[in-house]
């Protein structure tokens, strides 16, 4: 073996040698190297929640002290609105964010301050702010999106927080700006751009932070802001994006949906216990990602279907607004009943009324035929107006005679214009028909026609029918604009549809002419009605706890197989039946006569509640029973259910759901009224108008009666038909009563309705009772009960507490309470007071409540006038209107009543109201003259020889107000029983006067020496002048305690209006001016009358010796020698009393006047 060798190491170098640096590799540090390197980190404090309090309380206060003169939008960290702009175009996404969260904020924080100056402040930034805001809809990071959305939503928000800018008004001119960038977000390239964009859209259809389905549904949204009515003139550029968006997402995908996925469920749980634990894991992890998934796809198409849906309706209502501008005129020989036509009679809808254009009016003597240039009425929406609707399908809005000029002077290019909105159109349709194919593939078809589908599908269902209705009612709309250029009669459907199956399909670009793309857009009609049919109704797999929820999706598919099918583009009058009318009948029928007891009061919100589901099947029957147009030609009706025996077999459901008989009291034969009371069941009634479904109801029986109502006493007229219209005709007021003037439309269209059948009344009332058929008795019976049944109207509605209150503040309790008449528009308090007048003998009740509201008015008018408080009442003009109806109707009622609401209606009585403290004025005491004028005109017209009959009766009266200025001492008393009294003596005074000046004018002895027999004896002559003569003292004590008559013209302005009436009595009363005279010359030289009082006399005299109108008295004193000496003994008389005082020269001046005056006789 070799010896081994031990090497030694080689010795350690002091230093050891530096590794060489290579490529790409650092060298390493030297090991006397130091590390200077060090971290910091940062405490991100925010501010405390008491701080931010005071900072927001010490903002709220500032921004309201300085908000008139600032109007800077400002966050709570203090930054303007300027400053968080800037970060807007910042390249990073975090901090366009930032400013973004920043505006919110400032937004959010005009909550704080008053609704009106956050709205102010919002307003006059808005410029600045939307074109910023709009700009991060096109963001390309999701959460600045977001941010941008939500911020538009909170400006919303705010916007209609306050009554003055709920209508959106401020925003209207900015929508074409903001349709600029909506449809750059739809037109966008990133598929979640575009999906936002449809979120922008429903914003601005809408106007709301957070559109829903409920609120699509909901009745009150169809009241448009005035920024969506501005978006319906867009809405043709937003639409095709609309559509191609909904192309883009597919419904089918939910598996979880469908009625298979337990099925599904179970196998996939059998294969699953086969796996290891480890594929159980991944399969959990995937499935759960596929169903997160699959919801986000969900929500994305609920989504768009809602902004779809929110766009159609805006301009489905838009072109409702503008529809009743373009209303057809039939022809004017033609008798028609409608409620919005001429009245025959004493009642007549004439240009030019008392109040305003449009009025009812009541014209008295014959009944005289309307003139040839008068044009009808169409409209009563500012009535609300009352619209002359038939029925909603675009067939009556056809022109049947069509000049061939108009045809030929079309322009082409409005062919090519209108050919491209009838493709968009048609397919728009055929998109949603394929949609709605995806939705039925997640249900499950049963052995019949019908559909059973999970209730997670419905409302997708839901939304996807209401676009499909919305979508043809604006096709419909936009018919009726091109229809005299296009008429149905000039294309066949059927050749086109031959030609097409034999050519094959023909897409919708070669479509040659405008008559083509109408023939396709039927096809797709038809094909989308097929559709609804085979998946109608809808059903749940078992057992469902929610039934209504599919009650309400199977009504929306009624409503929609009934718009769509409802007219045909191409139909000759002679089409047959369509399937579907029977199945819907067949449906329709078994859920009217449900019981009453499922119309409860529900909340408005809920979009899913029976009562809605009813309101859409009642819209259905109204298709149903309500005859459509046709271009046949003739006259015959044309109804989509054929078949009479249904249709009166569903009018008599609906009748018994809805209008079932009441009780009158007074109902002659109890024909159309039940012969006994039930206080249930007219709950029950209330309660059912009140609903949405009420009011559709009732507008129902508003169609029925103008279509049938001339021609109810017709032979060819069914008599259980007309009866039991007459019996719906009974039950409106019951529906008017319950609407307390909620809702004016309706009522207006209630009581049209009504006044057009009592005119038929007015027409047969000469028939004798034996020769009476059936329907004529069933008319007088309503008629009779009529009169009762609308004494509601004119009761206050809170009228029980006042009954425990004392006599004075229950009368000023009374001014507070108001009846449903004072809560309705003019127009429709003209309806019910028109009515009124053609049932004429109006009850005691009626006319009491009626005097009632008249004297409210003045009252009103004069509390008003005087700063006092504002009462909710009638105006001025109606009240004459009333006054008039009741006088026309005088005749058939008893006199004693007439005369009770004459002189209650004049507010005379309850003269509250007149402060003489708050203006201190005396002119206070002739606010009543055009009431006191109006009821003088009356009472001296009321019938032949006024003063003979008339006067008698009101003689209590008189003398009660002729002692009134008497009773005034003064000094004392309030000043508003002061004016009260007053004005009651003057009342009494000018009455008496009116009867004098008739009784002058009857004989025609103006000029002569007539002695007028009016009043009755010597004790009401002197009742009569001591009022006059206390009216003369209270007013120099006006003079007395301030300086209202300082000046002279003031108080020859104040003796004139004062002593006008008198003039009249001491002219044509028999002894009155001599008795006058010597009365006031004792008083004069009476002690302790003062100077004021003397002065009053004085003028007075002065005034009646000068007057010239109404009479001259002058001539008679020249005449009779008797009244020259006691004239001249009373001037003397009185100089003597003045003389050496202040009115020395005014007793100068009286005796010379009245030497002049009889020294020019001798």
Same mark, same amino acid.
């Given at each position: 073996?070799?010896?081994?060798?031990?090497?030694?190491?080689?010795?350690?170098?002091?230093?050891?040698?530096?590794?060489?640096?290579?490529?790409?590799?650092?060298?390493?540090?030297?090991?006397?190297?130091?590390?200077?390197?060090?971290?910091?980190?940062?405490?991100?404090?925010?501010?405390?929640?008491?701080?931010?309090?005071?900072?927001?309380?010490?903002?709220?206060?500032?921004?309201?002290?300085?908000?008139?003169?600032?109007?800077? /939008? *400002?966050?709570?960290?203090?930054?303007?609105?300027?400053?968080?702009?800037?970060?807007?175009?910042?390249?990073?996404?975090?901090?366009?964010?930032?400013?973004?969260?920043?505006?919110?904020?400032?937004? %959010?924080?005009?909550?704080?301050?008053?609704?009106?100056?956050?709205?102010?402040?919002?307003?006059?930034?808005?410029?600045?702010?939307?074109?910023?805001?709009?700009?991060?809809?096109?963001?390309?990071?999701?959460?600045?999106?977001?941010?941008?959305?939500?911020?538009?939503?909170?400006?919303?928000?705010?916007?209609?927080?306050?009554?003055?800018?709920?209508?959106?008004?401020?925003?209207?001119?900015?929508?074409?700006?903001?349709?600029?960038?909506?449809?750059?977000?739809?037109?966008?390239?990133?598929?979640?751009?575009?999906?936002?964009?449809?979120?922008?859209?429903?914003?601005?259809?809408?106007?709301? %932070?957070?559109?829903? *389905?409920?609120?699509?549904?909901?009745?009150?949204?169809?009241?448009?802001?005035?920024?969506?009515?501005?978006?319906?003139?867009?809405?043709?550029?937003?639409?095709?994006?609309?559509?191609?968006?909904?192309?883009?997402?597919?419904?089918?995908?939910?598996?979880?949906?469908?009625?298979?996925?337990?099925?599904?469920?179970?196998?996939?749980?059998?294969?699953?216990?086969?796996?290891?634990?480890?594929?159980?894991?991944?399969?959990?992890?995937?499935?759960?990602?596929?169903?997160?998934?699959?919801?986000?796809?969900?929500?994305?198409?609920?989504?768009?279907?809602?902004?779809?849906?929110?766009?159609?309706?805006?301009?489905?209502?838009?072109?409702?607004?503008?529809?009743?501008?373009?209303?057809?005129?039939?022809?004017?020989?033609?008798?028609?009943?409608?409620?919005?036509?001429?009245?025959?009679?004493?009642?007549?809808?004439?240009?030019?009324?008392?109040?305003?254009?449009?009025?009812?009016?009541?014209?008295?003597?014959?009944?005289?035929?309307?003139?040839?240039?008068? @044009?009808?009425?169409?409209?009563?929406?500012?009535?609300?107006?009352?619209?002359?609707?038939?029925?909603?399908?675009?067939?009556?809005?056809?022109?049947?005679?069509?000049?061939?000029?108009?045809?030929?002077?079309?322009?082409?290019?409005?062919?090519?214009?209108?050919?491209?909105?009838?493709?968009?159109?048609?397919?728009?349709?055929?998109?949603?028909?394929?949609?709605?194919?995806?939705?039925?593939?997640?249900?499950?078809?049963?052995?019949?026609?019908?559909?059973?589908?999970?209730?997670?599908?419905?409302? @997708?269902?839901?939304?996807?029918?209401?676009?499909?209705?919305?979508?043809?009612?604006?096709?419909?709309?936009?018919?009726?604009?091109?229809?005299?250029?296009?008429?149905?009669?000039?294309?066949?459907?059927?050749?086109?549809?031959?030609?097409?199956?034999?050519?094959?399909?023909?897409?919708?670009?070669?479509?040659?002419?405008?008559?083509?793309?109408?023939?396709?857009?039927?096809?797709?009609?038809?094909?989308?009605?097929?559709?609804?049919?085979?998946?109608?109704?809808?059903?749940?797999?078992?057992?469902?706890?929610?039934?209504?929820?599919?009650?309400?999706?199977?009504?929306?598919?009624?409503?929609?197989?009934?718009?769509?099918?409802?007219?045909?583009?191409?139909?000759?009058?002679?089409?047959? @039946?369509?399937?579907?009318?029977?199945?819907?009948?067949?449906?329709? /029928?078994?859920?009217?006569?449900?019981?009453?007891?499922?119309?409860?009061?529900?909340?408005?919100?809920?979009?899913?509640?029976?009562?809605?589901?009813?309101?859409?099947?009642?819209?259905?029957?109204?298709?149903?029973?309500?005859?459509?147009?046709?271009?046949?030609?003739?006259?015959?009706?044309?109804?989509?259910?054929?078949?009479?025996?249904?249709?009166?077999?569903?009018?008599?459901? *609906?009748?018994?759901?809805?209008?079932?008989? $009441?009780?009158?009291?007074?109902?002659?034969?109890?024909?159309?009224?039940?012969?006994?009371?039930?206080?249930?069941?007219?709950?029950?009634?209330?309660?059912?108008?009140?609903?949405?479904?009420?009011?559709?109801?009732?507008?129902?029986?508003?169609?029925?009666?103008?279509?049938?109502?001339?021609?109810?006493?017709?032979?060819?007229?069914?008599?259980?038909?007309?009866?039991?219209?007459?019996?719906?005709?009974?039950?409106?007021?019951?529906?008017?009563?319950?609407?307390?003037?909620?809702?004016?439309?309706? @009522?207006?269209?209630?009581?049209?309705?009504?006044?057009?059948? $009592?005119?038929?009344?007015?027409?047969?009332?000469?028939?004798?009772?034996?020769?009476?058929?059936?329907?004529?008795?069933?008319?007088?019976?309503?008629?009779?009960?009529?009169?009762?049944?609308?004494?509601?109207?004119? #009761?206050?509605?809170?009228?029980?507490?006042?009954?425990?209150?004392?006599?004075?503040?229950?009368?000023?309790?009374?001014?507070?309470?108001?009846?449903?008449?004072?809560? &309705?528009?003019?127009?429709?308090?003209?309806?019910?007071?028109?009515?009124?007048?053609?049932?004429?003998?109006?009850?005691?009740?009626?006319?009491?409540?009626?005097?009632?509201?008249?004297?409210?008015? *003045?009252?009103?008018?004069?509390?008003?006038?005087?700063?006092?408080?504002?009462?909710?009442?009638?105006?001025?003009?109606?009240?004459?209107?009333?006054?008039?109806?009741?006088?026309?109707?005088?005749?058939?009622?008893?006199?004693?009543?007439? &005369?009770?609401?004459?002189?209650?209606?004049?507010? #005379?009585?309850?003269?509250?109201?007149?402060?003489?403290?708050?203006?201190?004025?005396?002119?206070?005491?002739?606010?009543?003259?055009?009431?006191?004028?109006?009821?003088?005109?009356?009472?001296?017209?009321?019938?032949?020889?006024?003063?003979?009959?008339?006067?008698?009766?009101?003689?209590?009266?008189?003398?009660?107000?002729?002692?009134?200025?008497?009773?005034?001492?003064?000094?004392?008393?309030?000043?508003?029983?002061?004016?009260?009294?007053?004005?009651?003596?003057?009342?009494?005074?000018? #009455?008496?006067?009116?009867?004098?000046?008739?009784?002058?004018?009857?004989?025609?002895?103006?000029?002569?020496?007539?002695?007028?027999?009016?009043?009755?004896?010597?004790?009401?002559?002197?009742?009569?002048?001591?009022?006059?003569?206390?009216?003369?003292?209270?007013?120099?004590?006006?003079?007395?305690?301030?300086?209202?008559?300082?000046?002279?013209?003031?108080?020859?302005?104040?003796?004139?209006?004062?002593?006008?009436?008198?003039?009249?009595?001491?002219?044509?009363?028999?002894?009155?001016?001599?008795?006058?005279?010597?009365?006031?010359?004792?008083?004069?030289?009476?002690?302790?009358?003062?100077?004021?009082?003397?002065?009053?006399?004085?003028?007075?005299?002065?005034?009646?010796?000068?007057?010239?109108?109404?009479?001259?008295?002058?001539?008679?004193?020249?005449?009779?020698?008797?009244?020259?000496?006691?004239?001249?003994?009373?001037?003397?008389?009185?100089?003597?009393?003045?003389?050496?005082?202040?009115?020395?020269?005014?007793?100068?001046?009286?005796?010379?006047?009245?030497?002049?005056?009889?020294?020019?006789?001798?």
């Amino acid at each position: 073996m070799a010896p081994t060798t031990n090497k030694s190491k080689p010795p350690a170098r002091d230093f050891a040698k530096r590794p060489r640096a290579k490529v790409g590799k650092r060298a390493p540090a030297k090991v006397n190297a130091t590390d200077t390197s060090f971290k910091t980190a940062t405490v991100a404090v925010r501010s405390q929640g008491q701080s931010l309090d005071k900072g927001r309380q010490q903002q709220g206060k500032d921004a309201t002290l300085s908000s008139a003169k600032r109007m800077e /939008l *400002f966050s709570s960290r203090g930054n303007t609105l300027a400053t968080l702009q800037m970060s807007l175009r910042h390249h990073a996404a975090p901090v366009r964010a930032s400013g973004l969260k920043g505006i919110r904020d400032a937004v %959010q924080s005009l909550s704080l301050l008053d609704a009106a100056i956050g709205v102010a402040i919002l307003e006059a930034n808005l410029p600045s702010l939307l074109p910023h805001l709009c700009r991060c809809w096109l963001d390309e990071d999701d959460d600045v999106r977001t941010l941008a959305l939500n911020l538009y939503g909170d400006i919303l928000k705010c916007l209609t927080s306050s009554l003055e800018s709920v209508d959106l008004k401020c925003l209207a001119p900015f929508v074409p700006f903001l349709c600029a960038y909506a449809s750059s977000a739809l037109n966008s390239l990133d598929r979640s751009i575009r999906i936002d964009g449809s979120s922008i859209v429903a914003m601005l259809a809408s106007a709301v %932070q957070s559109p829903s *389905f409920s609120q699509l549904m909901s009745s009150s949204s169809s009241k448009m802001s005035a920024m969506s009515r501005e978006l319906s003139h867009h809405v043709d550029s937003l639409l095709p994006s609309m559509e191609r968006l909904l192309t883009s997402v597919s419904l089918g995908r939910r598996a979880s949906s469908s009625g298979r996925s337990a099925e599904s469920q179970k196998s996939n749980t059998a294969a699953g216990q086969k796996r290891g634990r480890s594929g159980k894991n991944a399969s959990s992890v995937q499935t759960k990602a596929v169903s997160k998934r699959e919801s986000r796809e969900s929500t994305t198409a609920q989504s768009i279907l809602l902004s779809l849906a929110f766009l159609l309706r805006t301009s489905l209502i838009s072109n409702d607004d503008m529809g009743g501008m373009n209303l057809t005129i039939r022809d004017k020989t033609q008798r028609d009943l409608l409620p919005s036509l001429y009245v025959s009679g004493e009642c007549s809808f004439l240009k030019g009324g008392s109040a305003q254009s449009n009025s009812l009016l009541l014209i008295r003597g014959t009944k005289g035929s309307r003139a040839a240039d008068e @044009t009808r009425i169409c409209s009563i929406r500012d009535l609300p107006a009352i619209q002359d609707e038939v029925t909603n399908n675009s067939t009556n809005a056809l022109v049947e005679d069509i000049p061939t000029d108009d045809l030929s002077s079309r322009p082409k290019e409005k062919d090519a214009e209108s050919m491209e909105k009838v493709q968009q159109m048609t397919s728009l349709l055929e998109t949603l028909r394929g949609k709605f194919v995806e939705i039925a593939h997640l249900g499950k078809k049963t052995d019949a026609n019908g559909l059973m589908s999970s209730s997670n599908d419905l409302e @997708t269902m839901d939304v996807l029918v209401q676009i499909i209705r919305l979508s043809h009612s604006r096709f419909q709309s936009y018919y009726q604009s091109i229809s005299k250029y296009y008429p149905r009669t000039e294309t066949d459907a059927s050749k086109s549809n031959k030609k097409r199956e034999k050519g094959g399909k023909k897409s919708t670009t070669d479509l040659q002419n405008v008559q083509e793309c109408l023939v396709a857009y039927q096809t797709s009609v038809d094909r989308v009605l097929q559709l609804l049919l085979e998946n109608f109704p809808v059903k749940s797999f078992g057992e469902t706890t929610n039934p209504e929820r599919y009650e309400f999706t199977n009504a929306c598919i009624c409503s929609a197989l009934a718009e769509l099918g409802g007219g045909a583009l191409f139909d000759d009058g002679k089409r047959k @039946t369509s399937p579907w009318v029977n199945t819907v009948f067949s449906y329709v /029928l078994p859920r009217l006569t449900c019981d009453q007891d499922s119309y409860e009061p529900k909340p408005e919100d809920d979009s899913y509640s029976e009562s809605i589901s009813t309101n859409m099947l009642l819209k259905v029957v109204m298709k149903l029973l309500l005859p459509i147009g046709n271009n046949s030609g003739d006259n015959t009706k044309s109804y989509l259910l054929n078949n009479i025996v249904k249709r009166q077999e569903i009018l008599e459901a *609906f009748a018994k759901a809805f209008f079932p008989q $009441v009780y009158c009291q007074l109902a002659p034969h109890h024909v159309i009224y039940a012969s006994s009371s039930t206080a249930e069941l007219e709950r029950k009634i209330r309660n059912v108008a009140n609903t949405a479904a009420g009011r559709t109801a009732c507008i129902l029986v508003t169609k029925l009666v103008a279509q049938s109502a001339d021609s109810l006493f017709n032979d060819s007229t069914d008599t259980e038909y007309a009866t039991l219209l007459l019996q719906m005709i009974s039950v409106l007021p019951t529906y008017v009563v319950a609407w307390e003037g909620k809702y004016p439309t309706e @009522t207006g269209l209630a009581l049209a309705s009504i006044l057009s059948v $009592v005119r038929q009344w007015e027409a047969s009332g000469n028939v004798s009772g034996d020769s009476k058929s059936p329907v004529t008795l069933a008319l007088e019976e309503l008629c009779l009960g009529l009169r009762y049944s609308l004494e509601a109207l004119y #009761i206050p509605i809170e009228d029980s507490p006042a009954v425990q209150q004392p006599r004075k503040k229950r009368k000023k309790a009374n001014l507070k309470q108001t009846c449903i008449l004072e809560r &309705l528009p003019e127009q429709v308090q003209k309806l019910a007071i028109g009515l009124a007048g053609l049932l004429q003998s109006p009850t005691e009740v009626t006319a009491k409540q009626l005097s009632q509201i008249c004297s409210k008015a *003045f009252i009103s008018h004069i509390a008003t006038t005087n700063g006092d408080q504002e009462y909710e009442a009638v105006s001025l003009d109606m009240a004459n209107y009333i006054r008039e109806v009741v006088h026309l109707s005088r005749r058939t009622m008893p006199m004693p009543t007439y &005369l009770s609401f004459l002189l209650d209606g004049s507010g #005379i009585e309850l003269t509250i109201g007149i402060s003489l403290m708050q203006k201190q004025s005396p002119d206070n005491v002739f606010l009543y003259d055009s009431a006191i004028d109006q009821l003088s005109r009356f009472l001296t017209t009321s019938c032949d020889k006024a003063s003979q009959k008339v006067l008698p009766m009101l003689r209590p009266i008189i003398e009660k107000w002729l002692l009134a200025p008497t009773k005034i001492k003064e000094n004392e008393g309030a000043s508003n029983e002061t004016m009260r009294l007053l004005v009651q003596g003057r009342s009494a005074i000018s #009455i008496l006067s009116a009867f004098t000046w008739d009784d002058v004018l009857s004989h025609n002895c103006v000029d002569d020496d007539f002695i007028s027999s009016t009043l009755l004896d010597d004790k009401l002559d002197q009742l009569l002048l001591n009022s006059i003569l206390s009216l003369c003292e209270v007013s120099g004590s006006f003079w007395s305690k301030g300086s209202h008559f300082d000046d002279t013209e003031a108080q020859q302005l104040y003796l004139a209006k004062l002593m006008g009436p008198v003039a009249v009595l001491l002219r044509y009363r028999k002894g009155m001016l001599k008795q006058f005279l010597e009365t006031v010359s004792k008083r004069v030289a009476a002690q302790g009358m003062s100077e004021t009082v003397v002065e009053i006399y004085m003028k007075a005299i002065l005034m009646i010796l000068k007057s010239k109108d109404p009479v001259l008295m002058t001539s008679m004193i020249q005449r009779s020698d008797d009244l020259q000496k006691v004239l001249l003994s009373v001037a003397k008389s009185i100089e003597t009393i003045v003389s050496g005082g202040p009115l020395a020269h005014l007793g100068g001046k009286l005796q010379h006047h009245v030497n002049t005056i009889c020294s020019s006789n001798q």
